[in-house]
């Protein structure tokens, strides 16, 4: 079965670059969350989006944005990348809008900020 | 705000022990989803099991077995007979209807199976 593809699966950037992080939901998927994990942490909920439109957002700096397209696949966008940024993204997407529904995630994407 | 704890970050147990992952959460919510989730090395997290509130009847799935009890707010997680690729982190997380739709995960526990 098809599952939730991130790209890139690794990052590496420097401070105060920019960085785009990818993810393609499960087909017919119209919920899309992002999570970041940082080293031996928790994942902590960035933002989601449903059919399009921004749902949800939690601790998400500033300096981030997101973005879901018509294809629901979705961007993240981080500027001004500071070392704290480093972590482990992920993104998960749901067949609805809804706790009822699972979230599946994909593998992640690690970035590394050097 | 809902929250989430695991108190056990690491467990060691020697293959073929049975181990228990405890999960403890608070909310106000009336109606509320628990998962489990595991991590291997690997990185990725992989779903184990969704459970809504009004649902406390145990589940099984082979050598996983969840124990849900809404009166001392616990979802515990036991592995039967533990194999060396059960060795992950596995964190316990909370959706709530009144929280929005994101997760909240616990601190997560580190699991490790020795041969």
């Known amino acids: 079965a098809a599952g939730v593809i991130q790209s890139p699966r690794h990052l590496i950037k420097e401070k105060r670059e920019t960085a785009t992080l990818k993810c393609y939901p499960i087909p017919r998927h119209d919920t899309v969350y992002w999570y970041q994990q940082g080293p031996g942490q928790d994942p902590q909920f960035l933002i989601s989006?449903?059919?399009?439109?921004?749902?949800d957002k939690g601790s998400i700096p500033d300096r981030f944005s997101a973005q879901q397209f018509s294809d629901y696949h979705s961007e993240l966008n981080m500027s001004s990348l500071e070392l704290g940024d480093s972590a482990l993204y992920f993104c998960?997407?749901?067949?609805?809008?809804?706790?009822?529904?699972?979230?599946?995630f994909g593998p992640g994407t690690r970035l590394t900020v050097t | 705000a809902q929250k989430v704890t695991q108190a056990q970050t690491e467990i060691s147990v020697v293959e073929k022990e049975d181990v228990t992952l405890d999960c403890v959460y608070e909310?106000?919510?009336?109606?509320?989803?628990l998962f489990w989730y595991k991590q291997p090395p690997s990185g990725e997290l992989v779903f184990l099991i969704r459970?809504?509130?009004?649902?406390?009847q145990n589940e099984i799935s082979g050598r996983y077995s969840w124990n849900f009890q809404k009166s001392t707010s616990s979802f515990n997680f036991t592995i039967t007979a533990s194999q060396v690729v059960d060795s992950a982190v596995y964190f316990c997380a909370y959706g709530g209807n009144n929280a929005g739709n994101m997760l909240t995960f616990g601190g997560g526990t580190r699991l490790m199976v020795k041969p």
């Open positions: 998960a997407s749901s067949p609805r809008f809804g706790m009822a529904y699972e979230q599946y």
């Open positions: 989006f449903y059919e399009k439109m921004q749902s």
């Open positions: 909310t106000r919510d009336t109606t509320y989803y």
């Open positions: 459970r809504n509130s009004f649902d406390e």
